[in-house]
Each structure stands twice: as C-alpha cells, then as structure tokens.
C-alpha cells in the first residue's frame, strides 16, 4: 500500500506560492505498475461487464502510440482475456515492427490489425462494428481511448480516494477523449472545480462531448468545470522544444517524469493559468497525474528526444 506522501505529492513551485495557491500531485501512474493510470480506471468495470457477458476477448481501436492500446493489451494479460487491436495506419508506413507500443503489445498478446484511414473513420458505424465482429468472432468491444459509461464509473472513483487525503478546491487533468475529466465531475457532483487541459489542437468540441458523457451517465449536466485549449503545443503528439524543456525542469525540481502527450501539457497549463490568477489565493488544487510515460519510447523512436 502507497503511503500518502507518495501518492499525493506536495509540488513547491514558487508561482503557486507568491500567488497564494497550495499545488499538489496525485500519482495515480503509481497504483499499479502494469496497467498505470486512467487507462486502469477505465477499463476496471468494463472488464468486470465483460466477463459477466461471458466474453473471452477484447476489441479495441487506437493509433500506433496509443495508451489506451496498451492498456488493454496488459489487462489482456493480467485477467485473461484475449485482445484485438484495430490500429490506424498501415502496418509497413508505420514501422510497426519497431514501434515500442506495438511491439509491448504483441509481447502481451494483443493481435494487431491495421486499417486505413477511411476505415479507421468508420470505427463507431454500428454496420462496421459487424463486420469487425464477423471477421473477428465474438469479442467485447472498447471505443477508441476507452471512454463510455462504465469509464466514467472507474474514473469517479478517483474523486473519493483524494478525498481521503486531502480537502481541495478544484482537480486538474489532461484531456484526450474526455473520458477522465467526465468520470471526475460525476464525482465531484456538483461540489468543487475541475480543469481539463486539452491536450489536442482545436479541442473546442470538448465540453459537448463531456457534457454529452455525463448527461448519458447521470442525467446531469455539470457546470463546475472549464476546458481549457491553449496548452496544445500544436496539436495531439507534435514535436515542441518548448514543453520537452518544461518536463526536464519538472523532473529536475520533483522527480516526476511526465509525457510529452498528456501530463506535461497538464502541468504547464495549471502552472500558467496559477499565474494569471485562475484559481483564487488560499486554493488547494490536486493536479492528476494519469501516467502515459510509455509514451516516451514511441516519442524517442519517432523524434530522437528522449525523456525530460
């Protein structure tokens, strides 16, 4: 069992203290080694949906660095079930023999498959998913990234365990599908704030989407919480010296490696918004950190950068 101080991680940056704001880490890329972070959250009551339909297999889509593909290809391995990855791209275009989040997944049993674009677009076209299943046989299957009903389950969760340990006035965490952030606010019900920091390039169409999720969830529409979108760096995984230079300075003042994907834009962004006076002097904000540092080894391999 983590102790507290290892889990919820006091960060002593000198903004948040001339601004007056209290600013700590959750670790959850900490709780369990082989399957860290959101990802984990997501997953845990769908998997127990699954087995209770009687399924053996998983079905899922993702891109060639995805967490959420590697995520299910460790739970795959770790409560046995078989696992199909649909990935976008072409196998040869992409290097898939020598991409690491492919080549994990593989060692962890996940059959991969690659479409192409057009194809990859049809993934949530119920026609598309039958024929998946025909081809495939029968199988459980998972949205790109995770993010449904039974996610929103798993991530609120979180709420409550930070609970335990500390009193807070807003959460802070990246924002890919939505998934997490619409977990958190179900949570939260209507008590506190919560910040997403987008982590995509024209990321406006968000708070429809989160607020779609957790009306479908809970009946609810919550207006407790921002997305914010000017953290992008360009978009979803480009290349930025800027923000690489910034996770290399976090890890040297906190011994916490972030992901040039999700996290690093995190931080940087709550960092920014405490500087312009976002959160009121005397908050405590819980910035959430949802792991995704396998990420680096795709980074690495595609840029030449290594870890911060």
């Not at 601004?19 to 990802?39: I, T």
């Not at 995805?66 to 739970?75: E, F, G, K, P």
């Not at 039958?130 to 949205?143: D, S």
Request: with cysteine; aromatic share 10%.
């Amino acid at each position: 069992m983590l102790s507290p101080e290892t889990l919820l991680q006091e960060l002593n940056e000198p903004i948040a203290a001339a601004r007056g704001v209290r600013l700590l880490l959750w670790r959850d890329d900490l709780l369990n080694p082989d399957l860290p972070g959101n990802k984990a959250r997501k997953l845990k009551y769908n998997l127990e949906f699954a087995r209770r339909q009687g399924h053996h297999t998983l079905l899922t889509f993702g891109g060639a660095y995805s967490n959420h593909i590697a995520a299910v290809a460790a739970a795959g391995r770790l409560f046995g079930f078989q696992t199909i990855g649909l990935i976008r791209g072409d196998a040869l275009a992409l290097g898939a023999s020598h991409n690491p989040t492919l080549a994990q997944a593989a060692a962890n049993g996940m059959a991969l498959h690659f479409l192409d674009r057009s194809s990859y677009r049809r993934r949530t076209e119920a026609e598309f998913l039958e024929e998946q299943l025909t081809r495939f046989g029968p199988a459980y299957v998972l949205p790109e990234g995770g993010t449904n009903a039974l996610a929103l389950l798993g991530c609120a969760e979180l709420v409550a365990q930070i609970r335990q340990f500390t009193d807070f006035d807003a959460l802070a965490v990246a924002v890919g599908t939505g998934g997490t952030l619409a977990g958190l606010l179900t949570g939260l019900a209507g008590q506190q704030h919560a910040v997403g920091v987008a982590a995509l390039k024209n990321g406006g169409f968000l708070q429809a989407e989160i607020d779609a999720l957790t009306q479908a969830a809970t009946g609810i529409t919550y207006a407790n919480y921002s997305v914010q979108t000017n953290y992008h760096f360009g978009g979803y995984a480009k290349y930025s010296a800027e923000l690489l230079g910034f996770i290399a300075q976090f890890r040297q003042r906190h011994g916490v490696l972030l992901d040039p994907i999700y996290t690093g834009k995190l931080l940087f962004g709550v960092l920014d918004l405490i500087a312009q006076g976002y959160f009121a002097p005397g908050s405590t904000v819980v910035a959430i950190h949802t792991g995704g540092q396998q990420a680096w080894a795709g980074w690495e391999a595609r840029f030449g950068q290594a870890q911060g």
